[in-house]
């Protein structure tokens, strides 16, 4: 196609100050338009002042870009460039053309570009210092007494539980220590009941993991681990966000703590009669959801959730003796670094189960129960007596 002769229009307030008149190709003007309109593109739009006034004062300048070139910033080097440019196509621009353009974009800077002015007097940053300052003594004084209550907080957390292990007396990674401590609080306010208490770390975490067979609800055993969870991960902002008052990791802590309850043939049964419900079981033992109603599962469930199976062991009468906690006899073993506790005949199965599940072993030799010395321990075997 041959050359036709184009018109570029620079407009002011709507109102047309310029038109330019040149012949070449359609593709060419086209692309030559949204060269002449990328000088006036702004990318930003504010201008801030800063500093004391008569003093340090700053400007920080939001841009105006034509290629790299700061136009605001580097206003020589900016028109230097962009007359270069516009040079490079003689037969379309002359001086007396591209003038137009230069103050279009000086108007441009001056109706876009806002200026913030942030600047202070003396005595306005003598006053915000003074401001400051106070914050961060406040602060500090906050701070401290923070420091001072989690230290009175965690000396009577160690008072209360004597039976948990702490990280300033074990050589246990944290997530580790949850774990022992975390089995040995269930097994304590559940003896009988089985659970299964696994730690793992991986990159930039760690975990422990609970589980269990019919016994308590997941309520009724999270109120016991839940503590030692660290944080929580916000789904909102997509980030993991750390508790700083929680006391508890005294006894260590872990990243993610979860539990699952698994419930067994009998569960069902029971909940079954509870709730007046006939069960129909699938090949897996589970609940049929092709003969039972989505309303039957779902109070089955319910009622599953909300209540325990747990059934405390029966003791045996013969089995209880005369032993009480007042006749437990505790002493060190300095050459083998332990502790003993002996008892004058058979001890009651309570007993018994509080010395399992806190890692304590019979030796048939000496006729005691003993356990490696820590400090933890050492207030165990004494709260046991004074129990």
Not at 7 to 20: P, Q, T
Not at 146 to 151: G, L, M, Q, V
Not at 158 to 182: C, D, G, Q, V
């Amino acid at each position: 196609m041959g050359n036709r002769t184009w018109a570029f229009e620079l407009k002011r307030n709507g109102s047309v100050v310029k038109v330019i008149q040149c012949k070449m190709q359609k593709s060419l003007a086209k692309s030559l338009t949204s060269m002449i309109a990328k000088p006036l593109n702004i990318e930003h739009h504010e201008r801030e002042l800063s500093g004391i006034i008569g003093c340090e004062e700053r400007t920080s300048n939001y841009q105006i870009m034509f290629g790299t070139v700061d136009a605001i910033r580097s206003p020589e080097t900016y028109d230097e460039n962009l007359h270069k440019y516009l040079n490079s196509f003689p037969d379309v621009f002359t001086e007396e053309n591209y003038k137009p353009i230069i103050e279009l974009r000086d108007e441009f800077v001056e109706k876009h570009i806002s200026i913030k002015d942030s600047r202070r007097t003396q005595d306005e940053d003598n006053k915000r210092n003074t401001e400051l300052n106070e914050i961060a003594v406040k602060r500090e004084a906050e701070a401290k007494i923070k420091a001072e209550n989690k230290k009175t907080e965690n000396e009577r957390l160690i008072i209360e539980f004597p039976y948990l292990e702490t990280i300033h007396n074990t050589k246990k990674s944290r997530h580790a220590l949850a774990s022992s401590n975390i089995k040995r609080q269930l097994q304590m306010k559940y003896p009988g009941a089985k659970f299964s208490v696994k730690s793992d770390s991986f990159s930039m975490g760690d975990s422990v993991h609970i589980s269990w067979t019919d016994g308590p609800t997941e309520k009724e055993a999270s109120d016991i681990y839940d503590p030692y969870q660290y944080g929580h991960f916000n789904g909102m902002i997509d980030m993991y966000e750390y508790t700083e008052d929680n006391n508890w990791t005294i006894f260590g802590s872990s990243k993610y703590i979860s539990g699952n309850r698994h419930l067994t043939k009998e569960a069902y049964l029971k909940a079954s009669e509870a709730t007046e419900i006939k069960i129909t079981f699938d090949k897996w033992d589970g609940m049929d959801r092709n003969i039972m109603s989505q309303d039957q599962i779902r109070r089955i469930r319910i009622w599953l959730c909300d209540n325990s199976l747990y059934v405390k062991p029966k003791v045996d009468p013969k089995s209880e003796t005369s032993t009480t906690h007042k006749e437990v006899g505790v002493s060190r073993n300095e050459e083998k670094g332990g502790i003993e506790i002996s008892f004058n005949g058979k001890p009651a199965i309570s007993i018994l189960d509080q010395l399992k599940s806190n890692g304590w072993r019979w030796s048939r030799f000496g006729k005691v129960w003993w356990k490696k010395f820590t400090d933890a321990d050492w207030q165990f075997a004494n709260n046991l007596i004074g129990g």
